[in-house]
């Protein structure tokens, strides 16, 4: 009798092919016969198909693949495959682990300032009635659906709730949303996903100005500076920066002054002539002149 096949998500080496960030995974191979044995792991789901046609959904353990057979089938296997016909049968694994899913885009403030977003968003498939609508309704590349090309599907959601908020919300007042937020994207998110069987966890919103200076300028607000007071120790920080002397004076609003004022000279201003005479008060200040 013929060694049956076993069919899992093992690599020869015994490494797991449903590493994270993968959903779904088609079995690559055609040798998925009458009498071969599919290995379904703990956290995984198979969807069996035929001919483009469901025939059953497995959960934990291992099955051997039976089916009845047509006649007319079974006289082409035995005519031109020696009993066996490849691509009849195809096996999706669909993992029940939770994943992540990264969404990242640019969103309009009130006054049309542009602010980044990082959007986490963590899924997974609760049952076999999931699993079919995932095969069933989500498209896939290749021989695996990844988060990534679920993220393609789900980004445009997410970018519209958050516009639908931020838009009418002032730039400083952002952060203050961020509940409301996460709440409108999560239930947005949970409607279109369940589409495919995917069921939404939990969803983390991070949201900041897109330009560094006004990321900047909105941190010296949070101290309770005023917008006047938040600028110009900004300046004042930037001219720290490179070095300026008089970066303290800006932050406190003061001029600065080089040199010794009149009153700190005594005598010697005295001494000078009055503008005019020819710049020979100059020398007259210097001892000796």
């Keep these: 009798m013929a060694m049956r096949n076993v069919i899992s998500t093992l690599n020869h080496d015994g490494t797991e092919v449903m590493g994270p960030g993968v959903l779904m995974y088609h079995y690559p191979g055609n040798d998925i016969m009458n009498g071969s044995?599919?290995?379904?792991?703990?956290?995984?789901?198979?969807?069996?198909?035929?001919?483009?046609?469901?025939?059953?959904?497995?959960?934990?353990?291992?099955?051997?693949?039976?089916?009845?057979?047509?006649?007319?089938?079974?006289?082409?296997?035995?005519?031109?495959?020696?009993?066996?016909?490849?691509?009849?049968?195809?096996?999706?694994?669909?993992?029940?682990?939770?994943?992540?899913?990264?969404?990242?885009?640019?969103?309009?403030?009130?006054?049309?300032?542009?602010?980044?977003?990082?959007?986490?968003?963590?899924?997974?498939?609760?049952?076999?009635?999931?699993?079919?609508?995932?095969?069933?309704?989500?498209?896939?590349?290749?021989?695996?659906?990844?988060?990534?090309?679920?993220?393609?599907?789900?980004?445009?959601?997410?970018?519209?709730?958050?516009?639908?908020?931020?838009?009418?919300?002032?730039?400083?007042?952002?952060?203050?949303?961020?509940?409301?937020?996460t709440e409108l994207v999560r239930g947005h998110l949970q409607d279109f996903l369940s589409i495919y069987g995917i069921m939404l966890n939990d969803v983390k919103v991070l949201m900041r100005p897109k330009d560094e200076r006004m990321r900047e300028l909105i941190s010296l607000r949070a101290f309770g500076l005023s917008e006047h007071e938040a600028v110009r120790y900004y300046v004042a920080m930037k001219m720290a920066e490179h070095g300026l002397l008089s970066a303290p004076n800006m932050a406190i609003g003061e001029p600065f002054n080089i040199g010794i004022t009149a009153a700190q000279a005594g005598p010697v201003a005295a001494a000078v002539p009055a503008a005019g005479d020819g710049g020979l008060g100059a020398q007259a200040a210097r001892p000796g002149a």
């Excluded at 009849?88 to 885009?105: D, N, P, T």
């Excluded at 300032?113 to 095969?135: I, P, Q």
């Design 37 to 181: 044995l599919l290995t379904v792991e703990s956290n995984h789901f198979c969807v069996l198909k035929s001919r483009g046609a469901i025939l059953d959904v497995y959960e934990t353990g291992q099955y051997p693949v039976q089916t009845p057979q047509r006649p007319l089938l079974g006289s082409i296997q035995q005519s031109f495959y020696g009993g066996q016909s490849p691509w009849q049968y195809e096996a999706l694994f669909v993992s029940r682990a939770k994943s992540v899913a990264k969404s990242r885009g640019l969103a309009l403030s009130r006054e049309l300032a542009e602010l980044d977003y990082d959007v986490d968003y963590y899924v997974h498939v609760d049952s076999k009635e999931d699993a079919v609508k995932l095969v069933t309704h989500m498209p896939y590349a290749g021989h695996v659906l990844t988060t990534d090309a679920v993220n393609a599907y789900a980004g445009p959601v997410v970018e519209q709730s958050i516009n639908q908020l931020v838009q009418v919300t002032p730039l400083e007042q952002v952060n203050e949303k961020i509940h409301d937020i």
